[in-house]
Antibody, heavy 117, light 112 residues
Framework: EVQLVESGGGLVQPGGSLRLSCAASGFTFSDHYMDWVRQAPGKGLEWVGRILNKAKSYTTEYAASVKGRFTISRDDSKNSLFLQMNSLKTEDTAVYYC????????WGQGTLVTVSS | DAVMTQSPLSLPVTLGQPASISCGSSQSLVHRSGNTYLSWFQQRPGQSPRRLIYKVSNRDSGVPDRFSGSGSGTDFTLKISRVEAEDVGDYYCVQDTHWPPTFGQGTKLEIK
């Protein structure tokens, strides 16, 4: 079964850090570009960033709102995607999804990150 | 950034009737490859988004044929030929032609 499962969300204070993980199964993970997309409570979808595959030198791209604070990485040997989030702000509160928006892959259930004091 | 504008933002529809959602882009979405990377996602209440349509008009596997996509350049449309109860939810267009990928605001479909 093709699956993406996010984990690592939780409550963190402003200025804090959190690392999200995404476990992939049922498909050739290493072939895919992978995205992180977030959805603030009651709001729409916002693209956060992307990591390309080995053939594209694992190039990363970020939305302006998170550039310099968030870092995407992957471990193809473990079929895993990561999102390191530093200097978190209250406006980063959202459900975070890993996905490949350019493909058929079903999205995971998401993981909730709450930034609050 | 390519700004994606959906209309309407709220769409009450009677069961069995057609529905149509428009998505406009501030820039042409024709990629230098000749492809147009415009997709439609459905998000049912309490669920994760699911892709319905890719490259304007191609249905994903398992998507009912009552869903169709059309358009070109800067103007695109998602149509549902006969709305069913399971179609309730939010619909988003997204472009991946220009960096960064950008989503529309979403359209909430509800049953009258």
């Amino acid at each position: 079964e093709v699956q993406l499962v996010e984990s690592g969300g939780g409550l963190v204070q402003p200025g804090g850090s959190l690392r999200l993980s995404c476990a992939a199964s049922g498909f050739t993970f290493s072939d895919h570009y992978m995205d992180w997309v977030r959805q603030a409570p009651g709001k729409g979808l916002e693209w956060v960033g992307r990591i390309l595959n080995k053939a594209k030198s694992y190039t990363t791209e970020y939305a302006a709102s998170v550039k310099g604070r968030f870092t995407i990485s992957r471990d193809d040997s473990k079929n895993s995607l990561f999102l390191q989030m530093n200097s978190l702000k209250t406006e980063d509160t959202a459900v975070y999804y890993c996905a490949d928006i350019g493909s058929y892959l079903p999205w995971g259930q998401g993981t909730l990150v709450t930034v609050s004091s | 950034d390519a700004v994606m504008t959906q209309s309407p933002l709220s769409l009450p529809v009677t069961l069995g009737q057609p529905a149509s959602i428009s998505c406009g882009s501030s820039q042409s979405l024709v990629h230098r490859s000749g492809n147009t990377y415009l997709s439609w996602f459905q998000q049912r209440p309490g669920q994760s988004p699911r892709r319905l349509i890719y490259k304007v008009s191609n249905r994903d596997s398992g998507v009912p044929d009552r869903f169709s996509g059309s358009g070109s350049g800067t103007d695109f449309t998602l149509k549902i030929s006969r709305v069913e109860a399971e179609d309730v939810g939010d619909y988003y267009c997204v472009q991946d032609t220009h960096w960064p990928p950008t989503f529309g605001q979403g359209t909430k479909l509800e049953i009258k």
